[in-house]
């Protein structure tokens, strides 16, 4: 047994930390169990060793989930995306090639037409959505800005806003996207910063008030 939960207890710690259990997610024994390949009683007792170490907690009446963010490491993570992608569509403004504007552009003519499908087009704007962003940032000729961005841009939870919007919501990111491409090709900036700023604190917005609604944030 002692076996068992320490094998439990190392697969999904590193669940937890890798991003492959989300925060906010909650941890189901049975399924952890299936998963693992041991009973529940080794997963209960890996989960309770993880709650004491912070990384899981466990709700009245819900069971386990992974610690979820509270309200201002959520908005602190949009702000850095803000501030780093903001000053990358500024610089890809004066440093893009005509290739990389027409494949934003073409990315950005790709998302559109998914925009207007609503919820099931939601994964496919996901993986379009991030080829977008991080082809403005490549576009920026600036490598440690690449690396950076890639890490705040690589969050379960980032990779996962699209599903939050609703389809007005993804029309209007849409509508931002166009407007970036624009701006990038027009050599300007400060435009270009401005819309990427106002692109991704909207994208904040929604998602705070989304994970507010489901109860997904701590305190």
């Known amino acids: 047994m002692a076996k068992a939960a320490e094998t439990a207890y190392t697969l999904i710690r590193a669940g937890v930390l890798s991003g492959e259990f989300a925060r906010g997610q909650r941890l189901r024994e049975e399924q952890l169990a299936v998963q693992i390949g041991v009973s529940r009683t080794p997963v209960r007792e890996a989960l309770r060793r993880l709650d004491a170490e912070g990384l899981v907690e466990f709700i009245p009446n819900r069971g386990a989930r992974v610690s979820a963010w509270t309200r201002q490491e959520l908005e602190d993570l949009y702000d850095i995306r803000a501030m780093l992608e903001g000053h990358g569509a500024r610089l890809a403004a004066a440093r893009s090639t005509p290739e990389e504007v027409r494949r934003l552009s073409d990315l950005s003519a790709q998302m559109a037409t998914l925009s207007r499908r609503g919820a099931s087009a939601a994964d ?33 939870l980032v990779n996962r806003t699209f599903q939050r919007y609703s389809p007005a919501r993804m029309r209007a990111s849409s509508v931002q996207h166009s407007e970036l491409v624009e701006a990038i090709a027009a050599g300007d900036g400060s435009w270009a910063e401005s819309v990427m700023r106002a692109h991704i604190l909207a994208a904040r917005t929604t998602v705070v008030r989304s994970m507010e609604a489901e109860g997904e944030l701590d305190e």
């Open 124 to 156: 496919e704007l996901t993986v379009l959505n991030g080829e977008f962003h991080r082809a403005v940032v490549r576009a920026s000729r600036n490598s440690q800005l690449d690396s950076l961005v890639r890490g705040v841009m690589d969050a379960p």
